[in-house]
Every structure is written in C-alpha cells, then in structure tokens.
C-alpha cells in the first residue's frame, strides 16, 4: 500500500517538473550550504586543533598582548623580563620556566627569501625540557647544542624544496636578516605550519642578530610538574604577574595560557562563526518550505476533483492526508539529497583550493555520517512540516463540495 502511495507522489511530481523543479531549488540550495559551511567548520577546527596538537598538556605560555596574536608580531611596551623569569621559577608546581625571544626575519638561501619566525633556544638544561615538552626531533642532521653561535635548526617546511628551488640539507649555508648561519639539523615535522615553519636559534646569536635588550624577552615557556594542575599553576602565575606588573584583574597587559586551553578558545571562536553563517544560510531553507507550502495549496487547489473522485470510491480522510504528506515529505527529501551532494562537492573544491592558495592543509573539509544524516533528517522533516496544513486542507475537502468546484 505504501509503495502505492509513493509511486502516485512520484507521479504527480513528475507531472510538473518545473514547477517541482522551482520548489526544490530553495531546499537544495539551503542544505548545500549547511552541509558544506559546516563541513568546512568542522575541517577547520581540526586542522587549527592539529597546528598545537604537538605541544604538551603540562606547557603553559606567557606572552604580551593576546594569545592569539603571532608571537613577536606585538609592538611591546611593557615587555617580559628575566625578573618575570625568576619570579615564575618559585611558583609551587613549576617543573621548569625559560625565556624564549621570537622575532619576524627573512631567511636567504639559493638567492630566494623566504619571510618566517625565529624562535631562540635557551643554553642548558632548559634546552632539553623544551625540546621534550615540544617535541623537537630532527629528521636530519642534529639539534642546537649550547656554545652554537652560528648554526640554525630549520623546520621541515622551510627546507623543503618547492620554498627555494633547492632542498636545504644539514650544512647548507643560509642567511637570516644577512647574517650567515650554517644549518645543523632539520625538524621532523609535526604538520603543523607553526612548527615546520620555524627557525631555532640559540638564544645570545638571536639577541645579536635582533638587537633584542639583554634582559627581555617575548614570551616565556613553562613547564607544570603535573600536566592535571597545569591551570591551577596558570592561575598562580597570572596572578604573580598582575601584582609584578602592578594591574588590576580583567586588565591585564600579558596573557597566561595553556596549550589546551589555547585550542579550546581557538575552537570556540570557529565554533561561534560556523553556527552564526548556518542561521543566515538556513534561511533559504525557511524559504524553500514556503516554497513547498505554496506549491502543495496550488496542488490541493489543482486536484480538488481528483480528490473528490478518490473520496466517492471510497478513498479515507487519512489516506488523502497520507498522499500529500509524502508528496510534501518527498520534495524535502530529494531537494536534501541533491543538496548534500552539491554540498559535499563544493566543500571539497573549496577546501582544494584553499589548500593550493595556502600551501598546507589547514582548510579541509570533514564529513561525518551524523552532518550527512542531519542534513537529510531536516530537508525532510522542513519538507513534512510545511506541507502538513495543505495534506489537511486537501483530507477535509468534502466529495461533493470538490466534484461540484473541481474543473
């Protein structure tokens, strides 16, 4: 029976195609959208959760200015000094505290110039915290020792071929900002740009290089001794340094953060946007149901005889309801279907071409079973909703009151 039913809203579907056409132009439009803004959401937030996937849970950062900001990018008026340092070091549940400098440079090598961020290493045995914490590991040659005045480690993006023409190998001579510098090791990569986009130098060659003053620095690396207290000792440390700084709660020049934390914000932020673009695209879907209650009152009024014929042979309230409410069910059905593959197409053009615009693949497009099933669960459901009002119209229509009006 229920095959029959279909096979008849097919059937009048078909009878008019534009007009069906016209109706499901708003849904797949709507959907398309939906499923490819959320898609690209979705693949954004694990990309970005990917770019700091590599850091530690117990790392905490200070830095000047937001956290979100690029580090050494802030014009800095009251910057972080080697008192902060010590004063971080005597902090209850602090396993090591260093100060790193990170500053914008070019970088010169087989006549090309590449633009990137030079991170400092500290001497010592911070040296080897950090590198644990981080994870530097090379893929050739070495890492920085202490007393390495004129060598750099390089990240792998920036030895890689396509970024000179010629892949940079351990020994290779390189300039940063003119100086000449001899590279000793390339990074593992983390994929992550931020990383393999990096070039560590020992922290007194980056002071000389940079004129950076002796006693300051642009950010500062700590390590909890329990990666389960990490924000408790955040919060002692933003409280040490409000009262160092001498600021008052809530307007704070610095800012202390977590490496989790720092990815919870990130998300939160993406988060709010993806949600915010969904409700404006979801108004196409709101006029793609319109669109189905005008055309299921046209049909109703189009077949008012036909049903009056189905009700004088004997043809049920419910079952005339039935025929329109799947004939409505059906347009919000194959307007999502259509929708969710154009959707999927054009998120997956959108994420290939952000990734050639970009060169990495921090915009990606990630499609899960519960967006594709949500997505058609809700075209049908917009489908049934808005045609429920004309399947009742049409199951009250009276058989002699529809043969008698019915042309």
């Not at 195609?17 to 849904?27: A, F, H, V, W």
């Not at 914008?104 to 633009?115: A, H, K, M, T």
């Not at 440390?237 to 340094?241: A, D, S, V």
């Not at 119209?393 to 058989?399: I, R, T």
């Given at each position: 029976m229920f095959q029959d039913y279909l096979s008849f809203c097919i059937d009048n579907l078909r009878s008019r195609?534009?007009?069906?056409?016209?109706?499901?132009?708003?849904?797949f439009i709507g959907i398309a959208a939906v499923v490819s803004l959320i898609s690209l959401?979705?693949?954004l937030r694990s990309g970005v959760s990917s770019q700091f996937g590599f850091l530690g849970p117990d790392l905490i950062r200070v830095n000047i200015g937001s956290s979100l900001a690029p580090p050494g990018t802030t014009v800095v008026a009251n910057p972080l000094t080697q008192s902060d340092v010590d004063g971080i070091d005597n902090?209850?549940?602090v396993r090591m505290v260093a100060g790193r400098l990170a500053h914008?440079?070019?970088?010169?090598?087989?006549?090309?110039?590449?633009?990137g961020i030079a991170l400092s290493m500290p001497d010592g045995e911070d040296r080897g915290e950090i590198e644990e914490a981080i994870g530097y590991e090379v893929a050739k040659g070495r890492l920085l020792r202490d007393g390495d005045s004129n060598s750099v480690v390089v990240g792998s993006a920036v030895a890689e071929e396509d970024s000179f023409g010629k892949e940079i190998l351990p020994g290779a001579k390189v300039e940063i900002e003119g100086k000449a510098f001899t590279v000793v090791g390339v990074l593992k990569s983390k994929g992550s740009f931020l990383f393999d986009g990096s070039i560590v130098l020992n922290e007194e060659p980056m002071?000389?290089?940079?004129?950076t003053p002796q006693d300051q620095y642009d950010m500062i690396a700590i390590r909890a001794e329990d990666k389960d207290e990490a924000e408790e000792v955040r919060d002692s440390?933003?409280?040490?340094?409000r009262k160092e700084r001498d600021v008052n709660e809530g307007e704070e020049d610095f800012d202390v953060e977590t490496a989790a934390a720092a990815v919870e914000n990130i998300n939160s932020i993406l988060l709010g946007i993806n949600i915010f673009v969904v409700i404006i695209a979801s108004i196409s879907l709101v006029v793609g149901g319109i669109g189905i209650l005008n055309t299921m009152y046209t049909s109703v009024l189009e077949r008012t005889k036909e049903i009056g014929i189905m009700k004088s042979i004997g043809a049920r309230n419910s079952s005339i309801f039935l025929l329109f409410f799947l004939e409505s069910g059906l347009l919000g059905i194959v307007g999502g279907i259509v929708?969710?593959?154009?959707?999927?197409?054009?998120?997956?053009?959108?994420a290939a071409l952000g990734g050639l615009a970009l060169g990495s693949d921090l915009i990606q497009a990630e499609f899960s079973f519960g967006l594709i099933f949500g997505a058609l669960l809700f075209s049908f459901v917009i489908g049934v909703v808005f045609g429920i009002t004309p399947a009742m119209?049409?199951?009250?229509?009276?058989?002699v009151d529809a043969l008698r009006s019915g042309k």
């Open positions: 195609k534009l007009r069906s056409y016209l109706t499901l132009l708003g849904i959401g979705q693949g902090i209850a549940g914008p440079g070019n970088l010169r090598f087989n006549d090309r110039i590449v633009f002071r000389d290089l940079f004129d440390i933003e409280r040490f340094l929708g969710v593959v154009i959707g999927v197409i054009g998120a997956s053009s959108m119209q049409a199951a009250k229509l009276s058989p």
